[in-house]
């Protein structure tokens, strides 16, 4: 499989451009097309000689995919879907280094959410999730594979909104730190001025908690975190999610208690509402105690129901009972709204598949 240069630092593209055949500051060049202009093919670098730009094209790829379609809620919140080829191995090089035959064939997508102001796009980092979240229709497909930086990059470049997108959340499918790396890599693009030279503060990672790489994640960028925890109780969370079982909460919880989170950076809690679950004082209380000492919010979110799963989604006035209870108690808490339903764009419904072949 050929390189991609998507992805690449100016550095690694001065050497691709030299082994191309042309001049060192052609390193710059591609960098500029790429992550400032955002062009979709080698051909649109009009400072490139055609010549020069034919040999690239012969020894590297630029690593950018299209979307395959588009869905557009009647709330406004459109929902990419994107063909991909990824490896099972990790490491910045995996997908490149993958024969051909050993990479899967899949499908991941990336919501576009619109909102005042802000155009937030919510990013895939793996195709399907080994981590098993019960209640996540992307865990349930299973793990099909690690993105390469340029399928994460691919997804900024090829939305309409390419140009306009304020905010970023690793929020889509897979877990991003199970494919640290790259998606590193692709936040340190996102935010260099050689790259899209995005503030970090516009950009916020997800995560289950996969504690090692939970911790280079908070030591090696400066970006937001958002932790689903879902709840608060050790062994109804780890009835729910597997996770608790290797990287329990409480251990979590010690490794941000080393971080500052009052300034620049901010941690927030991710709690899906289940009815009968997870929505009562009981849990309050208990999410109260966990997270007492840390400088958060909790955003309540509202369950989006999906097929062969006991529990509903916890009717409205609970909802509000238990926001209310929590910031009585003193943690700012807020329920959020739900976007794009109707298009199964929104949280936990990804699944890299046309709506009908949900049904
Ligand atoms: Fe994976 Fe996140 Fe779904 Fe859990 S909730 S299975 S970590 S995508």
New binding site residues.
């Given amino acids: 499989m050929k390189r991609k240069l998507l992805g690449k630092t100016p550095e690694e593209l001065k050497a691709m451009a030299l082994e191309a055949g042309l001049p060192a500051f052609a390193g710059k060049q591609l960098a500029q097309w790429m992550y400032v202009k955002k062009v979709r093919s080698i051909d649109e670098m009009t400072n490139i000689s055609k010549a020069g730009r034919e040999k690239l094209s012969e020894l590297f790829d630029l690593g950018y995919t299209s979307a395959s379609t588009c869905q557009i809620s009647k709330d406004g919140t459109k929902k990419y879907l994107f063909p991909v080829k990824c490896a099972l191995g990790h490491g910045l090089n995996a997908c490149e280094t993958t024969p051909d035959d050993k990479m899967e064939e899949a499908s991941i997508e990336a919501v576009m959410i619109p909102d005042d102001d802000r155009k937030t796009l919510c990013v895939s980092s793996?195709s399907g999730?080994?981590?098993?979240?019960h209640?996540?229709?992307?865990?349930?497909q299973g793990f099909h594979g690690n993105l390469s930086v340029a399928d994460i990059l691919s997804q900024f470049i090829a939305v309409d909104e390419a140009q306009e997108l304020t905010n970023c959340v690793f929020m889509g499918?897979?877990?991003p730190l199970d494919n640290y790396e790259n998606v590193k890599r692709a936040i340190e693009v996102l935010t260099a001025d050689w790259g899209f030279g995005w503030s970090p503060k516009r950009i916020t990672l997800?995560?289950?908690g996969v504690l090692p790489n939970l911790r280079k994640f908070l030591d090696e960028t400066k970006c937001h975190l958002a932790v689903?925890l879902h709840n608060p109780l050790p062994e109804e969370r780890g009835s729910m999610?597997p996770?608790q079982n290797a990287y329990p909460i409480k251990d979590v919880l010690s490794l941000l208690r080393q971080y500052d989170f009052s300034g620049q950076r901010r941690v927030s809690f991710e709690y899906t509402m289940f009815s009968g679950f997870n929505d009562d004082k009981v849990h309050a209380d208990a999410l109260f105690r966990l997270l007492k000492g840390i400088e958060c919010r909790v955003n309540l979110i509202r369950f989006h129901q999906i097929p062969d799963f006991p529990y509903g989604t916890s009717p409205s006035g609970v909802m509000d009972m238990f926001r209310d209870r929590l910031n009585r108690l003193g943690i700012t808490t807020t329920i959020r709204a739900s976007r794009g339903e109707d298009i199964f764009a929104a949280c936990?419904m990804?699944a890299g598949k046309h709506k009908e072949k949900l049904q």
């Fill in positions: 793996q999730c080994k981590m098993g979240c209640f996540c229709m992307t865990g349930r499918m897979g877990e997800s995560t289950i689903s999610m996770v936990g990804l």
